[in-house]
Every structure is written in C-alpha cells, then in structure tokens.
T-cell receptor
Framework: GQNIDQPTEMTATEGAIVQINCTYQ??????LFWYQQHAGEAPTFLSY????GLEEKGRFSSFLSRSKGYSYLLLKELQMKDSASYLC?????????FGAGTTVTVRA | SAVISQKPSRDICQRGTSLTIQCQVD?????MFWYRQQPGQSLTLIAT?????????ESGFVIDKFPISRPNLTFSTLTVSNMSPEDSSIYLC????????????????FGPGTRLTVL
C-alpha cells in the first residue's frame, strides 16, 4: 500500500520561508514530485527528486532522503501568489500516489 | 513538454446520466492516465489508458463505471456512467513527458481538468 503524509495547513508571512514536509511509505519508488495547485485549477509541476539531496529552482527547493522516506519543499521569499495547495506525490511505474496536500496561506 | 487539453472544462449533470470527457495531447505519447480529485481531497489514479488494448484500472475503479477509450497515441476519453452526486469531482488526464527516443520520463503534466457536478 501507499502511505504519504504531509501537514494539512501552514500559514506564513509574505517574504518569509516555509518548509513543507512529506513522509512516505510506499511499495515502490521511482521518484518524488511536488505539485502546486491553486483553487479550481489543475496541479502544476514544481519539482522532481529521484536521488538524495537538494534540488534548487529559483525560490523553490526540494529535498529527498530515500533512506528516511522523507522529503521537503522549501518556499523562500514568500509572495501572496504562493497561497495554494502543495501536493507531494510518489511515482512508481509512472503512476502517481498523492498525499492529501498542504494548504499554504500567505499573509501580508 | 506536451500540451494537454480537455473537454468539457465543466459540466452539471443529472443523476443516472453519463458524461464522456475528452483528453487531447498535441504530440504522440505512449502513456496516458486518468485521475479523480473529489472535493477537498487529493488526486487518486483511476486507470491507465492503453493504446490498442483495454485500460488498466486501479483498485476501487471498474470498467462498467468508468469506460475508457484510447484510439490513438494523442487522444483518450473517460466516461463517467450512471452518475450519482458522489461522482462530483474534477477529472484530470495526465501524461509523462517524452524523453530520449520517445521513452516516457517520470515527470508528468496534467490537463486543465473537467469539473463535474452531479445533481
């Protein structure tokens, strides 16, 4: 079975940093994705980690530790437009298993 | 990356009826998937749409309820049959990005989704 856990909600101030953690226990693992989803819209791809370590892409960074079954998404210099749901997903044989998503609210 | 479109973008349907959702990709892709996102929840894989053969369904989803067609490498349809209010969801198709020599990579992009409301 697939078990992917992430916090339900997080709130942060504009300009601050927020770290969204994701832990997983899955029957297979070919990599881990982070997607951003604004209300009423489809998920958009943010990052993909297959090897241990940190991947940095502008204001967003994602980290993976396969031995610990752990990943995080780091959002820096938060902007109001970053208010969204962030989905952690594990891919196995091209199939995605999603966590429940973390709703991030950015306050002025 | 492939551009994925879906039709309709949204619909309101009466219980007991059926709706067919179309997914079009602007390039040939080997794999296409259908996901469902119920209100307030995350995405769940319904099935893999296989070109030239029957779709492969995940646990909890059956062909009679969600028949899928994949007539070619750029197009697929998902039908939600005999709908009930519990079928009210966003339905999304996705496809892996094609890599070297057309082999699928792990990175997947989603279509814009079809928002279905069943009354």
């Amino acid at each position: 079975g697939q078990n992917i856990d992430q916090p339900t909600e997080m709130t942060a101030t504009e300009g601050a940093i927020v770290q969204i953690n994701c832990t997983y226990q899955t029957s297979g693992f070919n990599g881990l994705f982070w997607y951003q989803q604004h209300a009423g819209e489809a998920p958009t791809f943010l990052s993909y980690n297959v090897l241990d370590g940190l991947e940095e892409k502008g204001r967003f960074s994602s980290f993976l530790s396969r031995s610990k079954g752990y990943s995080y998404l780091l959002l820096k210099e938060l902007q109001m437009k970053d208010s969204a749901s962030y989905l952690c997903a594990v891919v196995t044989d091209y199939k995605l298993s999603f966590g429940a998503g973390t709703t991030v609210t950015v306050r002025a | 990356s492939a551009v994925i479109s879906q039709k309709p973008s949204r619909d309101i349907c009466q219980r007991g009826t059926s709706l067919t959702i179309q997914c079009q990709v602007d390039s040939q892709v080997t794999m296409m998937f259908w996901y469902r996102q119920q209100p307030g929840q995350s995405l769940t894989l319904i099935a893999t749409a296989n070109q030239g053969s029957e779709a492969t369904y995940e646990s909890g989803f059956v062909i009679d309820k969600f028949p899928i067609s994949r007539p070619n490498l750029t197009f697929s349809t998902l039908t939600v049959s005999n709908m009930s209010p519990e079928d009210s969801s966003i339905y999304l198709c996705s496809t892996p990005v094609q890599g070297v020599a057309g082999a699928p990579t792990d990175t997947q992009y989603f279509g814009p989704g079809t928002r279905l409301t069943v009354l």
